[in-house]
């Protein structure tokens, strides 16, 4: 098939466009300052979000993938699925978040590890992974959403329940997303991607043998020809002002982008830094 187009929208928010349809996983136009995830509740910004609907016209929208439903995944969710009327996969706590926005109950499937669904020409498989470590900002790894979640609401009220990575097929194209700086081991025997798209919060701390692993049982698995890196910018700042990294005090990114260049180097991948609000084609 002819090259498929990503838009990154930072964090872990990528739009899948194969020419005909639009697939979008996670979902996080919004974002609230540090203050107030602290100490406020916060709901979708509309106005952006019709913005860049529109611009980046989401209009063959067929389906939103959740990969864990903290804040800065999902909760841009249900307001994107009502404007586009796309389907949403999740977990049961991604969906109590759609519910709440008034998602209809037809365009809700709760998805289960090791399951592929076929949506468009594209097919997606939900793999189980494991969140980055608990830092004080996600305490709350494993604990769910249990009703539907109504805006505005405090940005502690998401809570993670279960995390995943997604493998997308296109026709030949096979892209591997992973958003978190986890791993299970061997979970990715088998399973071979060009892209990987590579959620790197979290490698300025790690130390060197949990980088190595890392590594071994993510990239060197998965054999990419390219790797994107994901969830390094600062969500806490708008997606309508300059992109910063990680406030410094939570992560380095330049320290990031340093480690993952000299893997790659070291290894003959290709690697590519993709700001918010840009699309590549792989």
């Known amino acids: 098939?002819?090259?498929?187009?990503?838009?990154?929208?930072?964090?872990?928010?990528?739009?899948?466009?194969d020419g005909t349809d639009q697939l979008l996983f996670d979902a996080h136009f919004t974002?609230?300052?540090?203050?107030?995830?602290?100490l406020g509740s916060a709901e979708t910004d509309a106005h952006l979000a019709d913005e860049l609907l529109r611009v980046h016209d989401f209009s063959?929208?067929?389906?939103?993938?959740?990969?864990?439903?903290?804040?800065?995944h999902v909760m841009d969710a249900p307001y994107i699925a009502n404007r586009t009327g796309?389907?949403?996969?999740?977990?049961?706590?991604?969906?109590?978040?759609?519910?709440?926005?008034?998602?209809?109950e037809e365009r809700l499937t709760q998805f289960r590890a090791g399951e592929r669904y076929a949506v468009g020409g594209f097919g997606v498989t939900?793999?189980?992974?494991?969140?980055?470590?608990?830092t004080l900002l996600n305490n709350d790894l494993g604990m769910t959403i249990d009703e539907p979640l109504v805006q505005p609401a405090r940005?502690?009220?998401?809570?993670?329940?279960?995390?995943?990575?997604?493998?997308?097929?296109?026709?030949?194209?096979?892209?591997?997303i992973r958003p978190s700086f986890n791993y299970i081991e061997g979970q990715l025997d088998g399973i071979r991607a060009d892209v990987l798209f590579l959620g790197v919060a979290g490698l300025a701390k790690a130390d060197e043998e949990t980088q190595r692993r890392f590594f071994a049982e993510t990239v060197e698995k998965v054999g990419p020809k390219l790797i994107i890196p994901i969830h390094w910018d600062n969500f806490f700042s708008r997606l309508d002002r300059p992109v910063r990294g990680?406030?410094?005090?939570?992560?380095?990114?330049?320290?990031?982008?340093?480690?993952?260049?000299?893997?790659?180097?070291a290894h003959d991948i290709c690697c590519l830094i993709q700001p918010p609000r840009t699309s590549v084609e792989v």
């Open 60 to 72: 063959r929208l067929r389906a939103l993938f959740i990969s864990h439903s903290h804040h800065d």
């Open 155 to 176: 940005l502690r009220s998401y809570r993670e329940d279960g995390s995943y990575d997604f493998l997308v097929e296109a026709g030949q194209k096979r892209c591997l």
């Open 246 to 265: 990680m406030p410094r005090l939570i992560e380095k990114t330049d320290v990031v982008f340093y480690r993952l260049a000299r893997y790659c180097e």
């Open 31 to 38: 974002r609230p300052s540090l203050l107030r995830y602290a």
């Open 126 to 134: 939900v793999l189980a992974s494991l969140h980055s470590k608990p």
């Open 86 to 104: 796309a389907a949403l996969y999740g977990s049961a706590s991604a969906l109590n978040v759609a519910r709440g926005g008034g998602v209809p």
């Open 1 to 17: 098939m002819s090259n498929m187009k990503v838009t990154y929208f930072g964090t872990t928010t990528l739009l899948f466009d």
